[in-house]
């Protein structure tokens, strides 16, 4: 066989082969039943993998987010208790400030003291504590932790009469409650 005939054959061959495949491409293929059973299969496993790469990332979505939302509450949480030790020092300057004898304590030293007082308050509120007052509010134990109680006809019973401790609010949310004495009812004298 010359060059050319086996050429020729080789072509010959490939175009059969082109119109088969053709051929087979117009018609759909037909695949045995355990084929079809297997196919069927395997995109069930297909879709059950998809939801449960779908259910995880959702999962790791919400963990992240709880994550995220712990520590915010651990820092707030943080913040307030390190607030409340400066109130605790601001609490304490007006006890000296109120005490007895201040008077006669030197004017340039008393000044410091307030001044030292007021800077305290001043860097509460700006980051967003603020005192509340309750003299005269009728007790709430949100926002009041009622120390002592005085029977008096003055005041109408379960009203706050006496701030014992300042309480701070931030955001309207009570960081430290008020302590406070209440009124309550006098007894009833026989």
Not at 25 to 45: G, H, I, K, S, V
Request: glycine share 4%; hydrophobic share 35%; aromatic share 6%.
């Amino acid at each position: 066989m010359s060059e050319t005939e086996d050429k020729n054959a080789q072509d010959e061959a490939a175009d059969s082969e082109q119109v088969a495949d053709s051929d087979a491409q117009d018609q759909p293929l037909e695949f045995t039943e355990e084929a079809n059973d297997e196919l069927a299969e395997a995109l069930r496993e297909k879709d059950q993998f998809k939801r449960l790469a779908q259910r995880a990332q959702a999962d790791l979505v919400n963990y992240r987010r709880r994550i995220e939302g712990e520590q915010e509450s651990s820092r707030l949480r943080n913040q307030q208790r390190v607030v409340l030790k400066f109130a605790d020092v601001i609490d304490q300057l007006d006890v000296a400030m109120n005490s007895e004898g201040i008077e006669t304590a030197d004017a340039g030293w008393l000044e410091g003291i307030t001044a030292i007082q007021k800077n305290f308050v001043n860097a509460l509120t700006s980051e967003g504590f603020e005192r509340f007052e309750c003299v005269g509010e009728q007790f709430d134990p949100r926002k009041h932790e009622a120390l002592l109680s005085s029977p008096t006809a003055d005041h109408e019973p379960n009203t706050v009469i006496t701030e014992l401790r300042p309480g701070y609010m931030r955001n309207d949310e009570v960081v430290r409650p008020a302590q406070v004495q209440i009124a309550v009812e006098p007894p009833e004298d026989s």
